[in-house]
């Protein structure tokens, strides 16, 4: 049985055997409390014991961290919650040593959390939320299931990648300190398991296009590696990406989907999330859950890149950064502006040469069909664009960001065979965790997360 | 609008505008008919044109694949199906030259559709694979979430690994060609990202069990990576995998979830892609609906690894290898144990001496507490054990399995502190299409197969 389904029912006079963990035990002379969790949920359970159990002494002595067996009666309580377990009998099966590291007394640090990432999620904290991650992904398939999209598991190891081998590890098979050699001494990578030079992606996009001119409608949900060596909040080396990709689509199209989507998945987390959410919103980041409830609500503004600007050079505010016509939006900008509307906005239109080669370049030659989308409170959350699908822009802007055409030879075929206008976006899943938990570092939301220098367990 | 939609309604007088692609079209002198498709149902929609469009000569000229937008009225039909679109107007999107390697002439092989793997999900077969395999990986999470288990993204890239490390990818930012050494000359792993040699692993398991140690009840779904040089139908190097592992549950409880999780998916499949099971059972493996049915509501077998070997020793059969109470079962062992029951057998209580290190060791010091799921037609599905949590005996078989304890110390502390019987199982995701599919080689199941030699796109 499990605590979740106890506590659906609370019914009192209901007998119950639960297994879990202690996470306090007070004992007085004659009676003791046992707070008791399982990890099904949020909520856990006042046991009550006292002196006629024969292994009174032996109970009161049980340390934090314990596994236990307890079968007892629900009965109404006085104390926090309206029922508590009547304690008829406890097993201990798994003691815990006073050396465990997650005592009451005091409460860890995040920094020190992130040295044990093992056990921090018994923690209240990551309790809650690594639990709102795992709703997040699940509404995020629930959304695209029920909207008719297919889901593409993309590869992972790939010798195409649309944002630059340079930012990709590579792998191998070979022992490094004893790799073959070729006639000119360099690495034979013909003799390697795939006969060249393979690469783990930053990406599934340019393999999610090939499948929405199948199925029209895809999203891809994975795992995604950069080699950045940047040591910032929100970066991490190892994440999840949800990359849809729409065919028939423009970008109006697919603002219409990111704000559907987004909507969808809040809600949901508010909906299942709600004891999370209120300890998230007291212990972790205050107005939390208004903010959520806010982002359900809202209409989010659709403005272009060069009006964002011209907002932000009528600001009475000093930039660091100088607002530009040509120049990328800082997250000081950012902030601005979706305080400056109180709500979500879609910048579009971005000038091409600070965005992607594949992306759609509009009439004026010099902007493209990009859109970024800013959230109060967590900055960029999704980016997409319309697919450039002119073969002459196409092959002229791959010549201008350098990019290796004979490793996307089949993409451009995409556009040979039966192609058509398509959209599509990325959502780092972390950055959107931030958002959902008001945690503010991708190391907190990640079970074991990845970071320049950071490779434990 | 989806070409779904339409098909669910199916109303007669309605008015739509759809865009897809042209599977055949066949004129005549007076009318024509296209078969359209846009990839969101397997049931394509046939499209009649005549002579009153103006450019009814340009309509019966359109070539198979071609992206087109139709706008018509959806009426009775007397063809195949109970409707059809008589077309008003069609724009040609993004035509498709003759030279489109999915003609219609001649069934491409598979073989031939392999090398063109961005083409092949618009063909029959493979929209019928790829759509079973996104609603089974739909339908993996629906039942885990809707059970309260708590989904776990395990990291990917790592330095533990429960397989060893002989099977695992080394990553690197280095060039390969030009590695920073150390004063030994050997491959100065202290400068790479990490600071350290690391991989990317085999399995998520370890992981997995401390969140199981933490939440009760969790899965993890992602990519798993081996370096094994073997082609085979069912050996690839990229894969996905479903690890769940749940505390407080022995080898019947796991048996339970794992009987009661694949009636679930299979049933699920066979709900919502009825279209595409008797495609597949009428061109690729006859049967394969009645097989599936059968799956659902048979009751699953569980025998001992030694009873099994008495039946196979008692069969009337010159197998190929001989059944050994210490060895493993042969893959002739498994279609013959399932066809002596007719249904789906859990096989318990494997010799240790060929099961994982980290497998329950049973009383009698021999078996172990393994499990795996032999299924009609599919061999081994799933693979399950409980976990030793006995100190002594694990830091016996680690030494006598030549695991490197150092690495998976924090994994041993699982068992310190409040440790709890606990069980897992590991579910190869390609297998599980396989047997939904009935398409035999692993390489038409996954988008962008990744087997030795094979890294294309």
């Given at each position: 049985m499990d605590l979740v389904d106890v506590l659906k029912d609370r019914k009192k006079g209901q007998e119950v055997t639960l297994e879990?963990?202690?996470?306090?035990?007070?004992?007085?002379?004659?009676?003791?409390?046992?707070?008791?969790?399982?990890?099904?949920?949020?909520?856990?359970?006042?046991?009550?014991?006292?002196?006629?159990?024969?292994?009174?002494?032996?109970?009161?002595?049980?340390?934090?961290?314990?596994?236990?067996?307890?079968?007892?009666?629900?009965?109404?309580?006085?104390?926090?919650?309206?029922?508590?377990?009547?304690?008829?009998k406890i097993e201990l099966i798994g003691e815990c040593p006073g050396d465990y590291p997650l005592q009451a007394k005091g409460r860890p640090t995040r920094e020190f959390l992130r040295d044990i990432a093992y056990l921090r999620p018994r923690t209240r904290l990551f309790q809650a939320v690594f639990?709102?991650?795992?709703?997040?992904?699940?509404?995020?398939?629930?959304?695209?299931?029920?909207?008719?999209?297919?889901?593409v598991h993309t590869p992972l190891i790939t010798t195409t990648d649309c944002e630059g081998s340079n930012q990709m590890f590579k792998i191998t098979t070979f022992d490094m300190n004893d790799t073959p050699k070729d006639k000119d001494g360099n690495v034979d990578?013909?003799?390697?398991?795939?006969?060249?030079?393979?690469?783990?992606?930053?990406?599934?996009?340019?393999?999610?296009?090939?499948?929405?001119?199948?199925?029209?409608?895809?999203?891809?949900?994975?795992?995604?590696?950069?080699?950045?060596?940047?040591?910032?909040?929100?970066?991490?080396n190892e994440f999840w990406m949800i990359e849809p990709e729409i065919a028939f689509c423009d970008l109006n199209g697919l603002m219409d989907i990111e704000e559907e989507m987004l909507k969808y998945v809040v809600k949901s987390v508010l909906d299942k999330a709600n004891d999370e959410i209120v300890f998230l919103d007291k212990f972790v980041s205050n107005g939390l859950k208004e903010k959520l409830e806010k982002l359900v609500s809202s209409d989010?503004?659709?403005?272009?890149?060069?009006?964002?600007?011209?907002?932000?050079?009528?600001?009475?505010?000093?930039?660091?950064?100088?607002?530009?016509?040509?120049?990328?939006?800082?997250?000081?900008?950012?902030?601005?502006?979706?305080?400056?509307?109180?709500?979500?906005?879609?910048?579009?239109?971005?000038?091409?040469?600070?965005?992607?080669?594949?992306?759609?370049?509009?009439?004026?030659?010099?902007?493209?069909?990009?859109?970024?989308?800013?959230?109060?409170?967590?900055?960029?959350?999704?980016?997409?664009?319309?697919?450039?699908?002119?073969?002459?822009?196409?092959?002229?802007?791959?010549?201008?960001?350098n990019v290796d055409a004979s490793v996307i030879e089949w993409y451009l075929n995409l556009r040979k065979f039966g192609g058509c206008y398509h959209s599509g976006f990325g959502m780092g899943f972390e950055r959107l965790i931030i958002y959902l938990t008001g945690v503010e570092n991708i190391r907190d939301v990640i079970p074991f997360p990845r970071t320049p220098g950071n490779c434990l367990y």
């Open positions: 879990g963990w202690i996470r306090s035990n007070r004992s007085q002379k004659n009676f003791g409390f046992i707070d008791f969790y399982d990890g099904t949920s949020f909520e856990t359970l006042q046991i009550v014991y006292d002196q006629d159990l024969e292994n009174f002494d032996e109970i009161s002595k049980y340390l934090i961290g314990s596994a236990v067996r307890v079968s007892g009666e629900i009965v109404e309580s006085q104390g926090r919650q309206d029922i508590e377990l009547k304690l008829k639990k709102i991650r795992s709703l997040a992904a699940s509404a995020i398939h629930e959304y695209f299931q029920s909207n008719n999209y297919v889901y990578f013909s003799k390697d398991l795939f006969n060249k030079q393979t690469y783990i992606t930053g990406s599934g996009q340019l393999h999610g296009e090939a499948f929405a001119m199948a199925f029209k409608k895809i999203y891809t949900f994975g795992p995604t590696f950069r080699t950045e060596n940047s040591n910032t909040k929100t970066h991490a989010f503004v659709r403005i272009t890149h060069h009006d964002a600007i011209d907002i932000l050079k009528k600001a009475d505010i000093k930039f660091e950064f100088t607002p530009d016509y040509e120049g990328d939006i800082a997250k000081e900008h950012e902030k601005y502006i979706t305080e400056y509307f109180n709500a979500p906005v879609f910048i579009t239109n971005w000038p091409k040469d600070i965005k992607a080669w594949y992306m759609k370049v509009n009439e004026d030659g010099k902007t493209c069909a990009a859109v970024d989308l800013e959230v109060p409170g967590a900055g960029e959350l999704m980016g997409g664009s319309q697919r450039e699908i002119d073969m002459d822009v196409l092959n002229e802007r791959i010549k201008e960001c």
